[in-house]
């Protein structure tokens, strides 16, 4: 009757409580694997980078290349195609043609920062400032008063490409966003949080000594110098550059028993990271797996190297005309065949913050992977739905590989919500549904997440791509 009872009722359990100590160390060895991987990488550009050079050692050769020798793809063979190191593709051909489908994982690599204006050097009261465009959806109260690392990629007239990465390494030196002392902000603290800090004050302090022998602008020019000494770069390359200001400082272990993850970026790039080990893993599959990083999901998915670009699709339909498959009715069907999970984060439950979320569809850290049938907002707008039978498969996927999950939704009814780039993959015909972790802090400077959660989402993408 016990037995019985169990397959009854569903109870969402602690997976820490499950795991033997060859899980335990399995389980730690992927978090810093992952902890050193967004340390090392926090813009859009240097994960398409890193991620590419993973890619190639696993046997990943470039799409561009095999088009360019039209060389013939079939079973087993691995290949990847890169936009402007902001949006990559994996794919890995399956024994069954691709007309038959697709197993997809999806995610973002985009996260909320504060971008250089494209005229953003100005010197005030014999200060170096730098003017920024905040990007997505940040508190911007909480970017003053901390250290900051200026990341980014410069192109200059004559073709050439530098990469900036300042404030990372220990004896670099770090850039920041002054806040007003609490001894005259009395007026600032009557404001909303939302007014406390505007967007045109969120200016980047560089320097403060000036250049002898120059008559205006002493310090402007004192910073100049000093970045056409190490980049050869001028005033002017700032239009022509992408420069992102990001927390400076490795992502740590959080909690005292280094059960956590604290880190700039972990939305999405928790996501993301698991699904390339997953995608690497998954060898001779039987059905086609992909894994999409797409960039801009934080701003609506937008542009060449958002998910509503045709990149994706234009590059199935390489691979289908390497494969000897192409036809346009062959590229939809190998479309709408398709399953996707759309990896990416939701609301963890906060026991300092617990009246946002209703206990019984919230997301808990330590309770595995989170599947979640519609994201959007108050009345599911802009939301994709998964269909029921497409639920009960990923159940019995889950259950057969020995995976931890969870269902939830992403906050209170009536309170907000939020969105994936699940409804765009859906708009082919596809069955999507939003997989990730529970995050707390998200979209704040520093984002935490639980170990036993990565782990159980990196087993469900495995657990998922080998599905037949």
């Not at 272990?253 to 699904?275: N, P």
Request: one cysteine or more; proline letters at 3%; a negative charge.
């Amino acid at each position: 009757m016990s037995n019985m009872k169990e397959e009854l009722k569903k109870e969402y359990k602690n997976v820490w409580n499950t795991y033997t100590e060859e899980d335990k160390r399995a389980l730690f060895a992927y978090g810093e694997r992952y902890r050193q991987f967004i340390s090392k990488n926090k813009t859009e550009r240097e994960c398409v980078r890193d991620m590419i050079l993973q890619a190639e050692k696993a046997g990943y050769k470039n799409i561009e290349t095999l088009i360019e020798n039209n060389t013939a793809v079939g079973a087993g063979d691995k290949v990847y195609a890169n936009y402007n190191d902001k949006t990559l593709v994996l794919f890995c051909v399956g024994e069954k043609p691709i007309t038959e489908g697709m197993n997809l994982l999806g995610a973002h690599l985009d996260s909320p920062r504060l971008d250089l204006k494209p005229n953003p050097l100005y010197e005030d009261t014999d200060f170096a400032m730098l003017k920024t465009h905040y990007y997505g959806g940040v508190k911007k109260y909480q970017w003053v008063s901390m250290p900051l690392a200026i990341h980014g990629t410069v192109a200059k007239k004559d073709g050439s490409v530098v990469n900036l990465s300042i404030g990372e390494d220990p004896m670099d030196p770090v850039v920041g966003i002054s806040d007003l002392l609490i001894h005259l902000a009395s007026e600032q603290m009557q404001k909303k949080l939302s007014e406390a800090i505007k967007g045109e004050d969120l200016n980047i302090c560089l320097g403060s000594i000036p250049l002898e022998g120059e008559e205006k602008e002493k310090v402007k020019a004192n910073i100049l110098k000093l970045l056409f000494e190490k980049y050869g770069m001028i005033e002017e390359d700032f239009v022509s550059a992408e420069i992102e200001i990001v927390p400076a400082g490795p992502a740590r272990d959080y909690g005292l028993d280094r059960s956590m993850i604290i880190g700039y970026g972990q939305d999405d790039r928790v996501c993301a990271y698991a699904s390339l080990e997953a995608q690497l893993e998954v060898e001779n599959p039987v059905r086609t797996t992909a894994t999409i990083l797409v960039d801009k999901e934080e701003i609506g998915s937008v542009g060449a190297s958002g998910m509503h670009s045709r990149f994706f699709e234009n590059m199935v339909a390489e691979l289908m005309n390497l494969c000897g498959c192409y036809s346009s009715l062959n590229l939809k069907r190998a479309m709408s065949r398709s399953k996707m999970l759309s990896s990416d984060v939701t609301a963890g439950y906060d026991p300092n913050h617990p009246t946002v979320l209703e206990k019984n569809n919230a997301a808990y850290f330590g309770k595995g992977v989170v599947f979640m049938k519609y994201t959007g907002s108050r009345g599911k707008s802009g939301s994709n739905e998964a269909n029921a039978e497409y639920v009960a498969e990923l159940r019995r996927i889950m259950a057969e590989e020995n995976v931890t999950w969870q269902t939830a939704e992403l906050g209170r009814i009536d309170l907000g919500g939020g969105g994936t780039i699940a409804y765009i993959l859906a708009e082919y015909g596809m069955d999507v549904i939003d997989c990730g972790v529970p995050v707390h802090s998200m979209h704040a400077p520093w984002e935490i997440t639980s170990k036993a959660d990565l782990y159980e989402m990196r087993k469900a993408y495995v657990a998922f791509l080998k599905n037949a």
